[in-house]
């Protein structure tokens, strides 16, 4: 069954760090194209990062370029987003998605896990 799943979410004070996980099935991260997106309440969904699998190139959104990473481990086929100096706008359910190439768009992101929730106090 192919499946992302998120782990690593929480409640922190700005400033702290929290590294997400998600876990694909060996299809869906050999599938190309791993991203991060976003969403919170009353907000749209926005992506936040990606990853191609295949030849490490990575993006990261302005809004987080600096602070966030993304990086992938083959061998667990699993990408981590280590998100550091979090603010209270960085609260939101956070989800990955696979996609079959980091060039197409969003739309283009067919597989979704169930998110995990990322609470940054003051």
């Known amino acids: 069954q192919e499946q992302l799943v998120e782990s690593g979410g929480g409640s922190v004070q700005a400033g702290g760090s929290l590294r997400l996980s998600c876990a694909a099935s060996?299809?869906?991260?050999?599938?190309?194209?791993i991203g991060w997106f976003r969403q919170a309440p009353g907000k749209e969904r926005e992506r936040v990062a990606r990853?191609?699998?295949?030849?490490?190139?990575?993006y990261i959104a302005g809004p987080v370029a600096g602070r966030f990473t993304i990086s992938p481990d083959s061998a667990k086929n699993t990408v981590y987003l280590q998100m550091n100096r979090l603010k209270p706008e960085d609260t939101a359910r956070y989800y990955c998605?696979?996609?079959?190439?980091?060039?197409?768009?969003?739309?283009?992101?067919?597989?979704w896990g169930q998110g995990t929730q990322v609470t940054v106090s003051k």
């Open positions: 998605a696979a996609a079959p190439t980091c060039t197409s768009g969003d739309s283009h992101y067919g597989y």
């Open positions: 060996e299809y869906l991260y050999t599938r190309r194209c």
């Open positions: 990853i191609d699998t295949d030849s490490g190139q990575t």
